[in-house]
């Protein structure tokens, strides 16, 4: 979502102002006869995470963790510029709003006493299953 201002609006607490964000636009490869050899329709979208001033140092340090120094988005889906922008502009806070998100810490268990039973009944079943399909060594023909 663009704000009138031109402003990415990636979550209640970060907005990555127009200003932070460079576009490049160049030929799209593929089919698409005369158009696509006169149409810059190609995206590039960087943004620098490094020197930006709209994230705090915590954002900072989690999405140069997670992405890099540079967050770097081409889109090449659609024939129309406008769309590949709108396109680069989502995975771009897309990824922003993934590399931001805390997620909950798994605490490892050990398997129950049921669950190993029945994993092993099951390896016991396919043994017996498999020895059952085994020819007889004492009867040849």
């Known amino acids: 979502m663009v704000d009138v201002s031109g402003d ?6 970060l907005t990555i102002p127009a200003g932070e964000l460079r576009w490049r636009f160049s030929g799209s490869g593929g089919p698409g ?24 140092d915590f954002q900072r340090t989690r999405l140069v963790s997670e992405l890099g120094p540079v967050m770097r988005v081409v889109a090449v889906d659609e024939r129309s ?20 998100a805390v997620r909950a810490y798994r605490r490892p268990t050990a398997p129950t006493r049921s669950s190993v039973a029945r994993r092993l009944a ?7 299953r498999k020895t059952e399909r085994r020819a007889d060594p004492g009867t040849e023909d």
């Not at 990415?8 to 607490?13: A, G, I, K």
């Open 33 to 56: 006869g005369q158009h696509a050899n006169t149409s810059n329709t190609k995206v590039m979208l960087t943004w620098n995470i490094e020197t930006s001033e709209a994230l705090t």
């Open 81 to 100: 510029q406008s769309r590949n922008r709108d396109i680069a502009l989502e995975r771009l806070r897309d990824r922003v709003r993934a590399a931001l």
């Open 122 to 128: 099951a390896k016991h079943q396919r043994s017996e």
């Open 8 to 13: 990415l609006v990636v979550t209640r607490w």
